[in-house]
DNA sequence: AAAACTTGAATGATCATTTAAAAAACTATT
DNA sequence: AATAGTTTTTTAAATGATCATTCAAGTTTT
């Protein structure tokens, strides 16, 4: 309990402001959004976000880091059950439309980190690894399921569609329907499939 | 003569600097540039961009439009001899992928124009009418094409696909291969084509 | 000579970040 | 369970840097 207590308000005060980064970068856009509306989002201060993360670019690159850890449990979570190499396959698809993962907002923050990513040391880092994983994920299923002469041309032809949608969603002023984007995905990945071979 | 001669060099520079901007964007990164490191990529400086183009943000509207006009050009010149539905629908996929168009500076431009421009009026009425015509180009061509319960989800799918491939180009190390990507994206249309029925 | 163009030096505004001092939460002792 | 001491958290105000934009005085072109 100790221990716990010392920690609490820390843990909240970070959940809270990466949040509000989420929220705030959505409706100012990532280059104008300030520190002073982020804390406001939240009610605080400016000050305070500079105390627990030290700079902005901090504060972006844990926003980022919490993006990045629900898309790997959404993953995780359907790994887990997955048998087959196209089960596995379609673990991958339906984690990047998670409910929990596909939202405008978050699909807002993710294109913006993106376009900045290239101009900042450690936002580009955590930009390549998270590239780097999901396209070893995607050749390790498509390793059995597609001709190998196809298989970087379908996988590319996939991680590009799915972009794309974030992309598309990102732009959305209604609520995105994530169970309707899994459905498309698979049928989008059937049909890249089906003819491959 | 006179005449010409009032507007030479106001064209020149006009051009010139969409030039340097759309380099300078690419190596600062859209958020972070300053009007002065565009100014320098032709010699000159920021306060000569105020005198042609009155604001920064003139400026990035000024730049997306010539993108614009580059990605129309490219389609109607296609269009014109474009026979088939089928040949239109490849000319339209064709165009984005023009030698002239498909650079890295270029979707670079375009990835970070798309990531702003819900935040500046100007910016998104210049993104939405683009938009728009890319859809009714791939509606009209995908009519006779596909069964119309599948078209506008095949629409997407192109759509989202071409997108994605941009924003890949926009992070690319390497020159592009636009002789390349027009193959991919004719194979990819061929596979969502071809089983839609 | 007039118009168009250029530029170095202001101007003024905006911000991230730091500082210093106060408030709150927590711990240990009695 | 009250209290004194310690650490953590909060914030208003200062700091300092960066920029877009404007100005005014030049230069070049017509």
Redesign the pocket.
Known sequence: M?FM??Q???DI?HDELITATITAVHKRGYA?????EIAQEVG?????I???F????NLMEATMLRLLNLLKTAMLERYATAQTPRDRLIAVLDANFDDRFYTVAHCNFWMQFWASAPYTDSLARLHRINRARVTSHFRAELRSLVPHERREALREALQCYMDGVWLEAAQSTAPLNAAHAREEARYVAGLLLKNSD
């Open positions: 100790l207590g010392r609490r308000i820390r005060r104008a959004v300030t520190m002073t605080t201060t400016a000050a305070s500079n105390y627990y030290g700079t902005k670019e």
